[in-house]
């Protein structure tokens, strides 16, 4: 028998991998949930049918939602993410030998069990001393902890369901209130081939909330279109400049970020650049 | 009746497609060529079952392929595309000012007029009096044009059937010899998830041929994985450098390069850059 698992990733649009085996499924209070071996790219978490993370392909999106933010800030001790029960983001944020704690405040505890019983390689991390799990709801905690982050990452699903909440003006608002002095927000915001107003609204709203702001992008193959951006928003420092030595100073490698890769991914091509300059 | 396209890109993985209408079917002395219209990419060009290229994303494609060695080169006015059939690269290479004939050399006539009729948006250029198309064998060709181009690109379809000659140290070789003195070859060497000895060979070919050589990456949302690279070999100037003022010049705007962009698509995650360092 052939297993197929199709995700329609937009109009007319689908990517369909072959299945070795579904290693779980449930349906949890928030979404339904599962684990696939697939051949091309191994194990993979899928979340209301969307595919959220594989085995082969998830350090280019983990290395750059974690280390742009960090390495543009001075000196991260304090981090917090959303969303991003998997670990990938906690697993690459541990490389930075500043970070003394990382809240994860994930709103579906059966991510974070999925991920650590089918996904240790991202999951792994979240055993570490300085990781603080919270099964809770990230914009109510964002609320309740005013200036207690360095550095805030929403690693989010996408803009639908229990997510739909992370992509508000409001919302980056109260992050800015959660935020110490030189406080950096980075937002994962989808791709700029198919979800060109939400880019627009979401970047519109952090560059009039944060002194400073900015776009960058990366690849990621299993999201459609596999252009993926990021919206930083920051109160003091340039996100596009990662910190002098920074990278060096990583405990343990990384596969997609160098310093030159962090600067070369806000070079914005006149199609996304765009966007940046008001509503579609 | 819902038609679908489901193209097998590698090992377990299909891009499957909503196809609106099938605009033409034929078998060419050389391959299986159809134009589909799509949901998703509108109008796509589809050799042997894989997609060559859509109207939605070719701009990013044809863009970087031929802008970056124009925009390296000091003064390119002689140029060579092998393959492209579609027209793309020719529409592109025509914004140079300097650019005073093209010739393209496509082995299968039947894509350049298909490209005329389905894809007028690309093909335009191939009209251009600056525009010479031969129907003829690109390895051929360059073997019997010594020291006549300022600039050579090789867009090839994948590295089987007829293309496969053109991913052989020998063609690099002859290419050499067809360049004049500050001569550049760029060709399309698919993507680093997938195709990684390819990759590793070619630039390894490229690079003991050419006193400089380079890999460069951009996004392709039709290709495999998304990621895609482009393997420069340059007989004296850097091909990450674009020169000052060029893209400026350019007659006609563009929606993928700019020279920020030009010289970030040279920006190597490392799990990229460690396929320059030796065969896999």
């Known amino acids: 028998m052939r297993l197929r698992f199709a995700e329609p990733q937009v109009e007319g649009l689908e990517l369909s991998c072959e299945v070795r085996a579904v290693l779980h499924s449930e349906t949890t209070p928030y979404q339904q949930l599962a684990v696939l071996d697939t051949v091309t790219y191994g194990r993979m978490l899928v ?3 969307a595919i959220q993370t594989t085995i082969v392909d998830e350090f280019t999106y983990h290395e750059l939602i974690a280390h742009v933010p960090l390495c543009a800030h ?6 917090l993410i959303i969303g991003g029960g998997d670990g990938g983001a906690v697993r690459e944020a541990l490389k ?3 970070v003394q704690r990382v809240d994860l405040v994930e709103i579906d505890g059966r991510v974070v069990e999925a991920s650590r019983r089918f996904l240790p390689e991202l999951a792994a991390g ?3 001393p300085r990781v603080n799990v919270l099964v809770a709801d990230g914009i109510a905690h964002v609320q309740g902890h005013q200036g207690a982050y360095d550095v805030i990452i929403v690693d989010s699903t996408d803009p639908v369901g229990p997510a739909i909440g992370l992509f508000s003006p409001e919302f980056y608002a109260a992050v800015r209130r959660a935020l110490t002095a030189e406080g950096i927000l980075v ?6 081939f198919f979800n060109r107003s939400l880019i627009a609204r979401a970047y519109g709203a952090v560059s009039s909330i944060f002194p400073r ?3 960058y992008w990366g690849v990621i193959p299993t999201y459609p279109s596999g252009m993926w951006t990021f919206t930083a928003g920051s109160l003091a420092h340039d996100p596009s400049r990662p910190q002098a030595g920074r990278a060096a100073s990583l405990k343990g490698k990384t596969k997609y970020y160098t310093e030159a890769v962090h600067q070369a ?3 914005l091509p006149p199609f ?3 966007l940046l300059e008001g509503p579609c």
């Open 47 to 49: 979340l209301n049918g």
């Open 74 to 79: 001075p000196d991260p001790q304090r981090l």
């Open 96 to 98: 930075h030998p500043s």
């Open 126 to 128: 979240l055993d570490d």
């Open 187 to 192: 937002a994962q915001t989808e791709s700029p």
């Open 213 to 215: 702001s900015g776009l």
């Open 265 to 267: 991914a806000f070079a």
């Open 272 to 274: 996304v650049q765009e």
